[in-house]
């Protein structure tokens, strides 16, 4: 059960960067481009 758990915690700390990822660098980066 405790390995089951450890999983889920990686799986969703995996999923919570991905969110996160790209609204960090966008808004590093996104200060240099006009459109």
Do not use: C, E
């Not at 059960?1 to 915690?9: E, F, H, P, T």
Request: net charge positive; aromatic share 6%.
């Amino acid at each position: 059960m405790r390995k089951n758990k450890i999983w889920l915690l990686a799986l969703v700390g995996v999923l919570v960067l991905s969110l996160a990822a790209p609204a960090a660098f966008g808004s590093i980066n996104g200060n240099d481009q006009k459109v």
